[in-house]
């Protein structure tokens, strides 16, 4: 994961709530490898007719390049836990994305692939929309250590979860990162499985197969 | 040394099992350690990860697996991406160690319905699968919920997942379901009071009289489909009823150690005086056969409501609706019962009661939701009444829900269901989701059109109804 500072680029608007995860990646697509790519998929059946042909009614195919700041409306990334909805985003070129509230898992697989979920109160999403729709074109800038965000004249900043920010600016792998805790974590696990012997599945009975 | 939390100070039951499970913390996430991991086909992402990392399965003991997503209903619909994708979640689980239900393996079936009726889903555990229904287990009072493919990974090296701790929702009903309603019906009438944002960011904790009288498959449906509420799990505290259910299961405890869990699992009851961060109350009495009309669980409304007038014309178009028309009537095309919400044997108990005698006019597809539940359809008859109706009873998996099998419903089909997500385009492109409870599908199938279950089955002199 690369360490993030700052992000600038090009801002597009989703005026939709609820965007669900299904929305986002078509359960069709989700056989493929993460190294195949995702980002053709991306809004799949949002972009595209059944016949294959760019749909008119779809906001962001109006965009000449993919946009690098997605701004759109709450509960964005609702729905399905399906992890190839960030990979999506991510390859379709979003780095960052601005909404009111995100869909709960939506909202961590985000971050644990390095793709910045901003969370503004609606007001300020709707100053953001209207500087991008008064001047098409404007760039958004976000700068991570600060938490601060800027879009035209506009300059506000945002909370973000401590750790999240920390292994974001570090581009620190979280697994790296937990298995430091090693002799927490098996101290803890022997103490909790040996007094609680219950937790452990009754294994091998008549008929039942054990692991190889 | 991990600071430890007053145990003093009254607290609900997801608090004690989230404090039970804190191994650390750091900068206000928790690292908790988890007891049950369950995967399935979708797991390949993760142990992608793995291999390129170079790392095992940490508790291969606590992990199991089980092929559900891509498992065709019929033979005549499976393809290449279905085969691949159930042998590569046979292979990793071979190459890491893991007890896997495969193709063929008596204890295979949709990942929310198999583990519980092994016995592994139990009171006062952390629970993970990549699958957001993984809410579903809170019903045995675990601390279950929904990851991602690096979570999964994370978890499968591990043996671990960071919280940040979530607050806690306590949702009380009081009274008692009406004669026809269902535990589906309940838990979308409380998404259409709230939203499926209503309780995003939240633990539910479910109370109540009408909470307690509710059977174990039933308290599963309700935590299922509690994650259509935002939530990001839902549980329903032990009781008697959750003990009797477990006792003698394949891989629950026995002995000594089973007479030491029971002692630990009545413990975990909310204690008095437990203050809880949000809290909503509703009459089970007020719940009424629920249907959706649009594009999202929330978009619902009892059966004999009409399609709201401020609804988003989007929405509308989408669905082939307009404000004003009455729910009862919409004719479908097709109708489904199966599903992680709907597929256990009493759902199909039901359905059939209103099924038994009469014959589909549409399409119906019933896929049980495991091979248990399909052996023990085929016993007591209730499979028999689905052939015998003229719906195809279909192999265990999950079907129409996700529609990742094979299995579609074709543009611009209208589709009764009993899965728990209508979103556009799921169950195929173009798709027209109607979410409803199996004896509702069933009616529907009879007629041909959503109707009022209640009247259907009056008119037939069904078993189906208490």
Request: with cysteine; charged share 20%; proline share 6%.
């Amino acid at each position: 994961m690369k360490p993030i500072q700052t992000i600038n680029g090009p801002a597009a608007i989703l005026d939709r709530a609820n965007v669900d995860t299904d929305q986002i990646i078509p359960a069709r697509f989700m056989s493929r490898a993460r190294a195949e790519g995702y980002g053709s998929q991306c809004f799949y059946d949002l972009r595209f007719n059944q016949d294959g042909k760019p749909r008119s009614d779809w906001q962001l195919n109006t965009l000449t390049e993919g946009p690098v700041v997605l701004v759109t409306d709450e509960n964005f990334g609702c729905g399905s836990s399906r992890e190839a909805a960030v990979y999506a985003l991510m390859d379709f070129g979003i780095e960052v994305l601005i909404a009111p509230s995100f869909g709960d898992i939506f909202r961590t697989n985000a971050g644990k692939n390095g793709l910045l979920p901003i969370v503004l109160p609606k007001h300020s999403v709707q100053e953001i929309k209207d500087i991008l729709r008064s001047a098409p074109g404007t760039e958004i800038s976000v700068d991570l250590p600060s938490q601060r965000l800027c879009a035209g004249e506009m300059d506000t900043t945002f909370e973000i979860d401590t750790r999240l920010k920390y292994r974001l600016e570090c581009g620190l792998d979280e697994l790296s990162a937990t298995l430091q805790q090693e002799n927490r974590i098996a101290a803890f696990e022997e103490e909790h499985l040996v007094s609680s012997t219950w937790r452990i599945p009754t294994k091998n009975k008549e008929g039942q197969k054990g692991p190889p | 040394m991990s600071e430890k939390v007053d145990v003093t100070e009254p607290r609900g039951t997801v608090a004690k099992i989230r404090e039970a499970h804190r191994i650390l913390s750091q900068d206000g996430s928790d690292l908790l350690y988890i007891d049950r991991h369950f995967l399935h086909e979708g797991s390949h992402h993760a142990f992608d990860r793995l291999r390129e990392a170079g790392r095992s399965v940490r508790q291969p003991k606590l992990t199991f697996g089980v092929a559900d997503h891509y498992v065709p209903t019929s033979p005549d619909r499976a393809t290449e991406v279905t085969a691949k994708m159930i042998k590569r979640l046979d292979r990793n689980a071979r190459d890491f160690g893991i007890d896997s239900f495969g193709i063929g393996d008596p204890r295979r079936g949709i990942v929310h319905v198999a583990m519980p009726e092994q016995g592994l889903s139990l009171p006062g555990t952390t629970i993970v699968c990549g699958d957001s229904h993984t809410a579903t287990h809170g019903a045995f009072g675990a601390f279950a919920f929904g990851i991602g493919a690096s979570e999964v990974a994370h978890v499968l090296a591990t043996q671990t997942l960071w919280q940040t701790p979530t607050p806690i929702m306590r949702i009380n009903v009081t009274g008692q379901l009406p004669a026809g309603t269902t535990a589906k019906d309940l838990a979308m009438t409380i998404i259409w009071r709230i939203g499926t944002d209503g309780a995003t960011g939240h633990a539910v904790e479910y109370d109540g009289g009408a909470i307690t009288a509710l059977s174990m498959e039933e308290r599963m449906t309700l935590c299922n489909m509690t994650i259509e509420m935002g939530a990001r799990s839902g549980l329903i505290p032990p009781d008697d009823t959750t003990i009797d259910w477990l006792k003698g299961r394949p891989m629950a405890p026995q002995g000594a150690a089973w007479d030491t869990a029971v002692t630990e699992w009545r413990a975990l009851r909310p204690d008095p005086g437990a203050v809880y961060d949000r809290e909503l109350t509703l009459d089970a009495g007020e719940v009424a056969p629920m249907v959706t009309w649009g594009t999202s669980p929330e978009q619902v409304a009892p059966v004999n409501a009409t399609v709201p007038a401020g609804a988003d014309p989007d929405e509308l178009s989408y669905m082939g609706l307009t404000p004003g028309v009455p729910l009862t009537g919409i004719p479908i095309d097709r109708a489904f019962i199966g599903s992680c919400t709907n597929g256990r044997l009493s759902d199909l108990r039901a359905a059939a009661g209103i099924l038994e005698g009469r014959h589909v006019a549409v399409p119906l597809l019933v896929s049980p939701g495991s091979e248990d539940v399909a052996q023990q359809a085929e016993a007591e008859g209730i499979a028999d009444i689905f052939r015998a109706a003229g719906a195809e009873w279909g192999a265990s998996g999950c079907s129409l829900c996700v529609s990742m099998n094979g299995d579609l419903v074709a543009p611009g089909e209208r589709c009764a269901s009993t899965s728990n997500r209508n979103f556009r385009g799921r169950q195929g492109p173009g798709a027209r989701t109607h979410l409803m409870s199996p004896q509702m599908v069933a009616a529907a199938s009879i007629t041909g059109q959503i109707n009022d279950v209640r009247i259907i089955a009056q008119q037939t002199n069904a078993k189906g109804m208490s």
